[in-house]
């Protein structure tokens, strides 16, 4: 082993010969258990909630495989409709062209030669995480085999009534030109302005003042809504408005929806763009009247004097127009949610469009009995609530995308009108007689990429073939997913699988939280704080960070700021941290259901603990490369520290298996870390070195170390395998010969299981007490002064029989450890000395002669002065309710933090002063 871990230099090899082998195929062998891998878009690149997920995903892959079971990870990615269309779109633009230009099949394929040259890019970048997906099965949602399950389904659906074509308001993009999902549109609080306007009632008797966020609405009004209770106006429903600009006379209606206490308690009703208002004219049979183009320009439907401006002129023009004829009632300033398109960026506005949609109430009904049967169950299990709340009074889905790219609806129309959906074109005039006379058009729409989603757990196994690895894998283990898409892909998967395979999709879904920066802000390019795994991977230097975070943004105005900050958090740009440690520290932090903040300064402690196991297998091997392990021979003598370290492992073991089955994954790494840091690396390495540096210690003596250390290590690189795949490997191809294993891979090694019966309790105990002597040792030493190096007499009181058997089994141990000149139990009073316990027995250690007593009462009376001062002042802060009320909360939370740690500093320093009298 080289004598510095660099996990450049072993990661990407790995990796590579794993591939090559197959090693991430099934077994063909034991229990199916199989995982379907949010398919990613064909366009991204790798974020830190894709290191998270698959870091998840990929520990439960390999934990699998290595426990035996018939492990499938599908591996695929999504075409993402709108947002490759874009990306293709701009290359077209940058040559003076559109996609027009081409035409719809030129530009589909230029699509798929960009996806033949750029699409790559994530895959190459889960590679990258150690992710031990199953490329050989590698799918792509426009696949020709996907695009026939993606058929079969419409036209089942259709044929069932279940999908129809109808006028719906939807999400539009105004600047994309299509309709777009809930989901990829982006709420944030804009500054804006709240119109009132003046309504004449249309007798004349005097007017309603009705409030807008958005004037130019107003030529598309039906109504004017208010509370059927409110005493100030229910004796005008029925009445008429005359519109103003506009000349139309619409009525006056009563609607529980109108809140009484907000503003004028009188509400304009457009119900074409605006899907509340959609609601209250479906209630009272309003006509919809659509006033925006596909550009959000006003249209024909409006007077026309505004015909053709943009919506934002149409809006000046309208203000302008009703304060000229006295109607502007007054304009406030006003703070509102404001939808725009995450991929343009553009106001997305509801319009009125055709569109198809699915019937979703009817699909729906089977997912929710499949969660509350326990057929599915959710993990943590309060998401089942957010689940029945989405699925409550679900409306039907839109299905359409007014784009090129995708898998076009196989739907065709005749002309005066009439559709007839199928395969292709000669399916249609087969199935319906229809000669080649009558001319059919093809629907232009593509689907919505959601519905491709919705079928992945089926499609990817071959359905709708009767595959074998249908029969095997369906319905999958485990779906990890964020809680942010149950509604868009997980109940729709639900839905589909059911509807389609008589089955759920799924067993289990385990809910992770989002990964937010170390202040618990969501990561966000107009934040300019995201972290990019390959870079902490990797590493960057700091000019190359600053490029990357301020290039390319939506708000180039923040990149000062942003570039500021930056400089700040990471002056020396970002070290690089290998996969094996990003991986620890998602594992780490991977607590049920909750956001994580990921700070840098635990990956660096992980890279540390990587480190550290690297150094300890180096010990292991220059105290055992070339001698007898006990391979093939028996003749062994296991010391103290051996039995208890063996014990040890056995714990670790059930704790982690139990931890990673229950998925948490915290739990899991906290006890790997705790087992080799803290017991193996700290404690046994360093007893193992009293047997084999001790000439007069037997050759089994020497042989069981030996063989403990070397057996010890092996297993545990098998335990934390599925958390650090390439350390692991590393290492575990040097060990394991010496431990008697002989496999090409530690891949396909069995994962460690409990053996009760090597649990030696007594040695549990013994060890405890022998640590617990040495700490307190080591903490006298600590708190006085006192040198390491420098032998210590120990005198100790009130010992009991076990001690005392305790202490002349491990003298050797126990001297050697904590560096010690004598040992006596101590008769007659006790001298002037610093104490310990172990559990009812004192150690002492007289001071006499040890230390400078005045020097030392001075320097711990300055000590104690000085963090009195400090902590009045962290008091101080903390009792000032401007300063609690006004500070970020995590900043006052680490102010607190400090405060109970200075305050516990200045206790311990208290006792000292108070020994030395």
């Known amino acids: 082993m080289d004598k510095t871990y660099n996990p450049d230099a072993i990661e990407q090899r790995w990796y590579q010969q794993w591939e090559q082998n ?114 050989s099965r590698d799918r792509f949602t426009m696949d020709d085999n996907l695009s026939e399950a993606v058929k079969h389904v419409f036209i089942k659906l259709h044929e069932e009534g279940l999908i129809y ?71 005008l429903i029925g009445k008429t408005i005359t519109l103003p600009l506009v000349g139309r006379e619409i009525p006056i209606i009563g609607d529980d929806y109108v809140d009484p206490e907000f503003g004028s308690g ?88 055709d569109q198809w949609y699915v019937k979703a109430d009817v699909l729906a009904a089977p997912a929710v009995e499949a969660v509350q049967s326990g057929k599915i169950k959710f993990v943590p299990a309060n998401w089942d609530k957010t689940f029945y709340n989405w699925m409550d009074g679900i409306q039907d889905w839109c299905i359409s995308r007014q784009i090129w790219w995708g898998h076009r609806i196989p739907a065709w129309y005749d002309e005066q009108g009439n559709i007839y959906v199928g395969h292709d074109e000669a399916d249609v005039r087969q199935k319906h007689q229809l000669d080649d006379a009558i001319s059919l058009k093809q629907d232009e729409d593509v689907l919505d990429t959601w519905f491709s989603s919705a079928l992945w757990p089926f499609s990817t196994l071959g359905w709708p073939a009767d595959d074998a690895a249908l029969k095997t894998w369906y319905p999958s283990s485990v779906l990890v997913t964020g809680f942010d898409i149950i509604f868009f892909w997980v109940a729709r998967m639900m839905m589909m699988g059911i509807k389609f395979m008589d089955d759920v999709p799924f067993k289990e879904v385990y809910i992770h939280g989002l990964v937010r920066d170390s202040h618990g802000q969501k990561m966000s390019k107009s934040k300019g704080n995201v972290l990019d795994p390959i870079d902490i991977i990797d590493g960057i230097d700091l000019e190359s960070l600053v490029a990357k975070r301020t290039s390319g943004m939506m708000q180039p105005q923040l990149a000062a700021k942003i570039e500021k900050a930056t400089r700040k958090e990471f002056p020396e740009g970002i070290a690089p941290h290998g996969t094996d440690a990003l991986r620890f520290t998602f594992a780490s932090l991977a607590t049920t259901g909750r956001d994580i903040n990921f700070d840098m300064n635990r990956i660096a402690g992980y890279r540390n603990f990587c480190n550290k196991l690297w150094n300890a297998a180096r010990y292991v091997l220059m105290n055992t490369e070339g001698q007898d392990t006990g391979i093939d021979n028996d003749e062994i003598e296991l010391s103290l520290a051996d039995r208890w370290i063996i014990s040890l492992l056995q714990q670790t073991e059930q704790d982690v298996s139990r931890a990673i089955d229950s998925y948490r994954f915290d739990l899991a790494a906290q006890a790997i870390y705790e087992f080799v840091w803290n017991n193996y690396c700290d404690w046994y390495l360093e007893l193992s070195k009293p047997v084999l540096n001790n000439d007069a210690a037997s050759d089994a003596a020497k042989r069981g170390t030996r ?53 030696d309790s007594t040695a549990v105990a013994d060890m ?66 610093a104490t310990a316990l172990v559990g009812k027995m004192e150690i002492l250690i007289p001071l006499e002669g040890l230390i400078d007593k005045d020097a030392e009462i001075a320097r711990l009376d300055k000590e104690i002065s000085k963090l009195d001062k400090i902590i009045k002042q962290s008091a101080g802060k903390l009792s000032n309710e401007n300063y609690v009320a006004k500070a970020p909360a995590d900043v006052v939370a680490k102010e607190r933090e400090k405060l109970a740690e200075l305050e516990q500093s200045l206790s311990q320093l208290q006792q000292q002063r108070k020994a030395l009298g």
């Open 707 to 759: 063989r403990t250390l070397v057996r010890v290590l092996e297993a545990t690189l098998r335990l934390a395998h599925p958390f650090m795949p390439f350390i692991t490997e590393e290492i575990w191809h040097t060990i394991a010969p010496l431990a008697g294993k002989t496999g090409s891979t530690i891949m396909r090694e069995a994962y460690p299981v409990a053996d009760a019966n090597k649990i």
């Open 22 to 135: 197959g090693e991430f195929k099934p077994s063909g062998e034991g229990t199916p258990y199989a995982i379907m891998l949010p398919p990613p878009n064909v366009t991204g690149s790798l974020h830190m909630g894709h290191g998270f997920n698959n870091t998840i995903m990929d520990l439960l892959t390999r934990y699998h495989r290595m426990k035996g079971d018939n492990t499938l990870w599908q591996p695929g990615t999504d075409h993402a409709g709108i947002a490759t269309q874009m990306v293709v779109e701009r290359q077209l633009n940058a040559e003076g062209k559109t996609r027009h230009n081409l035409g719809r099949d030129a530009f589909i394929e230029r699509v798929w030669d960009w996806k033949g040259e750029s699409g790559g890019n994530i895959t190459r970048q889960l590679r990258r995480l150690g992710s031990s997906l199953d490329w």
């Open 165 to 235: 074509r109808g006028k719906r308001l939807v999400n539009w993009d105004p600047v994309l030109h299509t309709a777009v999902s809930d989901l990829e549109v982006l709420s944030e609080e804009e500054a804006g302005h709240l119109w009132h306007f003046r309504y004449p009632l249309t007798d004349g008797s005097g007017h309603l003042v009705v409030a807008t966020t958005r004037p130019e609405t107003m030529l598309g009004d039906t109504a004017v809504a208010v509370h059927p209770e409110d005493e100030r106006y229910k004796h």
């Open 768 to 833: 405890e007490w022998v640590m617990q002597f040495i700490n307190g040792i080591r903490s006298i030493r600590s708190q006085m002064n006192i040198a390491p190096k420098k032998q210590l007499p120990v005198l100790l009181k009130d010992a009991a029989d076990i001690d005392k058997q305790r202490l002349q089994d491990n003298h050797d141990f126990i001297s050697r450890l904590a560096n010690l000149e004598s040992v006596e139990f101590l008769t007659g009073e006790a001298p002037a000395a």
């Open 266 to 353: 009188c509400v304009k009703i457009t119900p074409a763009h605006d899907f509340n208002d959609a609601e209250v004219g479906n209630r009272h049979n309003l006509e919809q009247i659509n006033i925006l183009t596909i550009d959000a320009a006003i249209n024909d439907n409006a007077p026309e004097k505004y015909r053709g401006l943009d919506r934002y002129a149409a809006r000046k023009q309208i203000v302008a127009d009703f304060e000229e004829l006295g109607l502007l009632e007054t304009i406030q300033d006003h703070k509102l949610m404001v939808p725009r398109g995450d991929r343009s960026n553009a106001v997305i506005e509801p319009l009125l469009t």
